[in-house]
T-cell receptor, first 114, second 113 residues
């Protein structure tokens, strides 16, 4: 009965590869997010989707492409992986995309690029 | 440009005592603040929030204080318990930001018996 789930939990891959991370929420929320936690431990928002529509797109390389097939899923595809992409990626969701809405986070995907 | 800062990376406190975590922000447009708690290998979970129209919000053992003039907020945990050992993130957002939270780097709290 996990509220926000991510797969895989761990991902080790070589530079230059393409990989995807999947996220699903069963909370009935309208808005989903991707965050990156870098080596300095800051959680930085990358993207936000509301009802499958992109509403936040921070300064993220074009190699990162989110896709929301329906409002319960938000996947992150990364092309041509680089060493600097190594981080923990968290998916989150909220009831709506308002500034006072609590965001519920998944367990994170630990990506290591070698 | 890091607009939310938690200058203490770690805090050690004895069980039963008070834990005080601090957070500073630079953007005066922030009007909603949250604290999240994170255990290892898990995602952050919401703990408590405060709107800028208030200067205090309490929920059980957790109290958040907001000082808008100093652009400072703090989280008090009284009494601290071993299960409170975790990383605590401060986050801030503003009206019309579409849920765009700015997070601090976190403070690792260790509660010792």
């Amino acid at each position: 009965d996990t509220a926000v789930s991510q797969t895989p939990k761990y991902l080790v891959t070589q530079m230059g590869n393409d990989k995807s991370i999947k996220c699903e929420q069963n909370l009935g929320h309208d808005t989903m997010y991707w965050y990156k936690q870098d080596s300095k431990k800051f959680l930085k928002i990358m993207f936000s989707y509301n009802n499958k529509e992109l509403i936040i797109n921070e300064t993220v390389p074009n190699r990162f492409s989110p896709k929301s097939p329906d409002k319960a899923h938000l996947n992150l595809h990364i092309n041509s992986l680089e060493l600097g992409d190594s981080a923990v990626y968290f998916c989150a969701s909220s009831r709506v995309g308002q500034y006072q809405e609590t965001q519920y986070f998944g367990p994170g995907t630990r990506l290591l690029v070698l | 440009d890091q607009q939310v800062k938690q200058n203490s990376p770690s805090l050690s406190v004895q069980e039963g005592r008070i834990s005080i975590l601090n957070c500073d922000y630079t953007n005066s447009m922030f009007d909603y603040f949250l604290w999240y708690k994170k255990y290892p290998a898990e995602g952050p979970t919401f703990l408590i929030s405060i709107s800028s129209i208030k200067d205090k919000n309490e929920d059980g053992r957790f109290t958040v204080f907001l000082n808008k003039s100093a652009k400072h907020l703090s989280l008090h945990i009284v009494p601290s318990q071993p299960g409170d050992s975790a990383v605590y993130f401060c986050a801030a957002s503003m009206t019309d930001s579409w849920g765009k939270f700015q997070f601090g780097a976190g403070t690792q709290v260790v509660v010792t018996p």
